[in-house]
């Protein structure tokens, strides 16, 4: 099975400079450092819906 590569946080999400990811039943973390455009720093925690998909906003 080939491996594709998708985008699904960017700088509309509030994502800037991410320095780490974990995945922790069902929910993503994302740390943010936003250490070179001095913005602030900030963790995004978005939650996997089905295997490989973003689950709704609540």
Avoid: E, F, I
Avoid at 23 to 36: I, P, R
């Amino acid at each position: 099975m080939a491996k594709t590569a998708r985008t699904v946080l960017d700088t509309a999400d509030g994502l800037q400079n991410p320095t780490s990811v974990a995945v922790d039943d069902g929910t993503v973390h994302v740390t943010s450092g936003a250490l070179t455009t001095g913005g602030d720093a900030n963790l995004l925690t978005p939650r996997l819906g089905r295997p490989g998909r973003w689950a709704s906003a609540p």
